[in-house]
């Protein structure tokens, strides 16, 4: 089956210890990306990748880090984690990456990941 | 900031009643896409609507796209309990990013 597969999909941890959260597709997407989403505040883009070791900054990236060593696999890496980054984590991706000459692709995303950091 | 933003922010309805929500958004897009959220869980997309196209049906989804305004609308026909989820829209941001709107929330009431 298709699909984007995050872990955890709930965590409960502390102040300043570091955490991973996995994302990997098993579509051969190029593009993926980390969102956050937060009551009020809607979707907001973390970080995306347009394809292996092509990573940039979305538009909360502070407080995180992404790698994409493998096309299939993009985590995300809390290293000193606050409580301002509790929230709920989505990954997701698409065969394409958004631009301006085909617009922007359908995103496949995970099943989300619900972070609290006391 | 959000290129998309959905009005009204919630809406709360009887079943069998058509629910209709707006999107708005600030550049010249190629296409819009509407995805629906269920309570805490990942997006699922709905429909797509390129830029040339001005009405597409999607079974009881009805999408419609105004470039000149700058807006497009979802319609819901004859909804369903299930039908209740947050719904939101999505538009290219910049040269290689999709943005959602804050999204919009839709209680069906049986």
């Known amino acids: 089956e298709a699909q984007v597969t995050q872990n955890p999909r709930y965590l409960i941890t502390v102040t300043g210890k570091k955490l991973t959260v996995t994302c990997s597709q098993n579509?051969?997407?190029?593009?993926m990306s980390w969102y956050r989403q937060d009551p009020g505040l809607g979707l907001r883009q973390i970080y995306y990748?347009?394809?292996?070791?092509?990573?940039d900054k979305g538009d909360v990236p502070e407080g995180y880090k992404v790698s994409r060593k493998e096309k299939r696999n993009f985590p995300l890496i809390l290293e000193s984690p606050s409580p301002n980054q509790t929230s709920l984590y989505f990954c997701?991706?698409?065969?394409?990456?958004?631009?301006?000459?085909?617009?922007?692709?359908?995103?496949?995303f995970g099943a989300g990941s619900r972070l609290t950091v006391l | 900031s959000q290129q998309g933003e959905e009005d009204p922010q919630a809406l709360s309805i009887q079943e069998g009643e058509n629910a209709t929500m707006n999107c708005s958004y600030k550049t010249s897009i190629n296409n819009l896409q509407w995805y629906r959220q269920n309570s805490g869980r990942g997006l699922v997309h709905l429909i797509l609507i390129r830029s040339n196209e001005r009405e597409k049906h999607s079974g009881r989804l009805r999408v419609t796209l105004d470039t000149s305004k700058k807006s497009s609308s979802l319609l819901i026909t004859a909804s369903r309990a299930a039908d209740t989820a947050s719904y939101f829209c999505?538009?290219?941001?910049?040269?290689?990013?999709?943005?959602f709107g804050k999204g919009n929330q839709v209680v069906v009431i049986p």
């Open positions: 990748s347009m394809n292996v070791e092509v990573t």
């Open positions: 999505a538009t290219l941001y910049g040269n290689n990013r999709l943005a």
């Open positions: 997701a991706s698409t065969k394409r990456p958004p631009g301006p000459k085909t617009g922007a692709n359908v995103l496949t």
């Open positions: 579509m051969n997407h190029e593009y």
